[in-house]
């Protein structure tokens, strides 16, 4: 069946507002059947809330967090100075926005998710590919997070116990009180995810501000411990800026954008919220790239500090942490971590997947379900390995996601903005037969522009330290751009095949 095939079921009428959103009629009913359920339907207008602030904060709850804090340390710890980790980071986002805003397009122009708004390159069933594809890598993502705040847990209770806590039975070589740590913080999200998006939308209103004062409480403790900003400022490159750096600064970029590659691809998730094209455009410009730069300041700062007090780069804020001597301090330390670690978290890793997997399957998993399976999966990737040292996170983990994500990026650009100019059916989301049906609910030309811009993305990319060599190594010059030629590839591919095909309809 293409594309174009009838349809026993008649389409669903949609009308389309003064400023530019488009809704299912009053009058007609919400689409049903098997590729649709209420988590996975369009948000009506009424229910489009979120504004500038709203946005706002969602990203400032989400770049504060400890593993953008460690994006930023890790920079300083495999040889860059504060100048050179700042740039990096500071490009990155602003390269990543562009993305993030031409994708977010669709979430308050239609209310749809991200696994629905897929459907319409990939096919209804196609879409399936980058929704698993995005909902794996929060898997990663999730299990990071938590052994990040189970860290903050052990360290908490050992300060308030003693060191029958932190000197507990090891257990696959960690204390069992880290693994039963790990374990409360995982509980502790399922509560919170099981509350719904309304939870999460107040959570990370006051969770925002809450986490800035905590890095600058960091920022006064470390310059005060290493004598002024002086020395936080004065460490040096071990790269200088020549060709050692230049080496570096690409698969850092890469690694960088790929941090955010996740929410370039699922934003609409969250924009689907949004009361208007300019709440979510405004939130996110406002948001991303300025909080970002200034938590990866305030990062460079404290681990140059403690480079310069304790003879190391220590890039990981909660092991920073747990060498105050101080009580309070440390207690209140922990709790930022916590309180930033839950916000990334539930609002990146949880909200995303669990609409992801709900697609797979609408009408027997549900957004709860798909929540749940993304916190097994996440204990199932082993985490602890992923995090155990900065070569690995940032040019391997970050390196990969990155890669393989910008290719559906590209995609789902091309298809919207170049050969749509961002006119969707409603109806035909959800039914078989309509024009996202393509054959048999796949459209291969997606699926072919996908693998080739991945192949070349990350097939040259080293595995280290999760297996060693490269599967292509012919393509390892590639690697170290990624995420730019994985999204250009399967942009030009997809537009190429979609051309002399026959379907580079520029309608709905």
């Known amino acids: 069946m293409t594309d174009t095939a009838p349809t026993a079921t008649p389409p669903t009428s949609q009308v389309t507002l003064a400023d530019g959103r488009v809704e299912i009629a009053p009058d007609a009913p919400a689409p049903t059947g098997r590729y649709a359920n209420e988590d996975l339907l369009p948000v009506p ?4 809330t979120w504004t500038t602030y709203n946005f706002s904060a969602l990203w400032v709850g ?9 994006l930023a340390s890790g920079l300083i710890a495999v ?13 990155a986002n602003v390269i990543v926005l562009i993305p993030m805003l031409l994708t977010g397009h669709a979430g308050p122009k239609y209310g749809i998710p991200f696994p629905v708004f897929a459907r319409a390159s ?6 399936n590919l980058p929704a698993v594809v995005r909902a794996l890598v929060a898997c990663g993502w999730f299990g990071i997070q938590t052994w990040i705040g189970g860290e903050a847990i052990y360290f908490l209770a050992g300060k308030l116990i003693g060191g029958g806590w932190t000197d507990a039975a090891k257990v696959g070589g960690y204390a069992w009180t880290m693994w039963l740590s790990f374990a409360i913080f995982w509980a502790l999200q399922v509560v919170i995810i099981y509350r719904g998006m309304e939870t999460i939308r107040r959570f990370e209103n006051w969770a925002a501000p809450f986490v800035l004062v905590g890095a600058f409480v960091m920022l006064w403790w470390m310059s005060s411990k290493a004598g002024g900003f002086g020395p936080l400022l004065d460490q040096p490159s071990k790269l200088g800026w020549g060709a050692d750096f230049w080496k570096l600064f690409a698969p850092a970029l890469m690694g960088m954008i790929g941090f955010w590659s996740t929410l370039s691809l699922n934003i609409p998730d969250f924009t ?17 790239p300025t909080t970002m730069t200034l938590f990866a300041f305030l990062s460079v700062m404290v681990t140059s500090g403690s480079q310069a007090v304790y003879g190391e780069a220590i890039w990981d804020p909660v092991q920073l942490a747990a060498k105050t001597d101080n009580t309070v301090g440390l207690l209140f ?8 670690t839950l916000s990334v978290n539930v609002a990146a890793n949880l909200v995303s997947p669990a609409f992801d997997f709900s697609n797979i399957a609408p009408r027997r998993i549900s957004f709860r379900a798909g929540a749940l399976a993304t916190c097994v999966l996440g204990v199932l990737i082993f985490p602890w390995k992923l995090y155990s040292d900065p070569q ?3 040019f391997t983990w970050l390196g990969l996601v990155g890669g393989l994500l910008g290719t559906v990026a590209g995609i789902l650009i091309a298809d919207y903005w170049i050969l749509r100019r961002s006119r969707l059916d409603l109806a035909d989301l959800y039914r078989t037969g ?10 291969w030309r997606a699926v072919v522009a996908f693998a080739a811009g991945g192949v070349l993305a990350v097939g040259g990319a080293s595995f280290k330290p999760l297996i060693d060599g490269r599967p292509v190594p012919a393509l390892a010059d590639l690697a170290d751009y990624g995420w730019a030629v994985g999204l250009g590839t399967s942009m030009l591919l997809y537009l190429v095949l979609m051309t002399v095909t026959g379907r580079n309809r520029t309608t709905a």
């Open 272 to 288: 689907r919220y949004g009361k208007s094209q300019k709440a979510q455009t405004w939130g996110q410009a406002l948001g991303l």
């Open 62 to 70: 989400m770049a504060h967090n400890t593993a953008s804090w460690t």
């Open 79 to 91: 040889g860059m100075d504060w100048k050179q980790a700042v740039f990096t980071i500071a490009l």
């Open 45 to 48: 207008v009424e229910g489009r």
């Open 333 to 340: 330390a922990l709790v930022t971590v916590l309180v930033a």
């Open 434 to 443: 309509g024009r996202y049906w393509y054959e048999s609910g796949w459209n």
């Open 392 to 394: 690995g996170y940032i």
């Open 122 to 127: 990939f096919g209804i069933r196609g879409a």
